[in-house]
């Protein structure tokens, strides 16, 4: 009877092990499935009609949720900078605060100066700039930026 209880552990703990090991390797392979099968492949599609661009004033920052995105018109008037509205720290949105000329992180109070450069943390570098693919009749399309 003594020696059966250890038995008993053994055998739990063997289909305990078993068990953590199946489920840490269907883990790592959904994991490397998903990796290599969608992300590279399946960059999100941002578009924004070309009105909304048309109406950016310089200096001040549109919100464009549908392209995740926060549209910048430059100074200069022609450039136009566009950057993730993800934040880099756990990726709440930024809102843009009009007054302090900011972005502001509501999660953790990382800011961002208008051109999403970092002023505060927890984040530690700045916002994601995206890249602009395309300037059609009626939109622009947005890409992100591989970081360096
Ligand atoms: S998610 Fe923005 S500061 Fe943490």
Known sequence: MAEEIPMQRRSF????????????A???AWGIARFSLF?????????????????????A???VPNAGAWLLRADNGKDILALDD?????????R??????????PCHGSE???DGNPKRGPATRGMSKLGIDRIGEDRIVLREIAAK
Not at 13 to 24: G, N, P, Q
Not at 86 to 94: A, I, M, Q, S, T
């Open 112 to 114: 961002f100066d208008r």
């Open 13 to 24: 703990f063997r289909s305990a092990l078993a068990l953590l090991l199946t489920t840490a």
């Open 26 to 28: 269907a883990m790592i």
């Open 86 to 94: 993800r934040c880099p720290h756990l990726g709440c949105r930024p």
């Open 61 to 63: 920052p549109a919100h």
């Open 96 to 105: 843009w605060n009009e007054e302090a000329q900011i972005y502001q992180c």
């Open 39 to 59: 992300g590279v492949a399946k960059e999100r599609l941002r578009e924004v009609p070309a009105d909304v661009v048309e109406k950016l004033q310089p200096g």
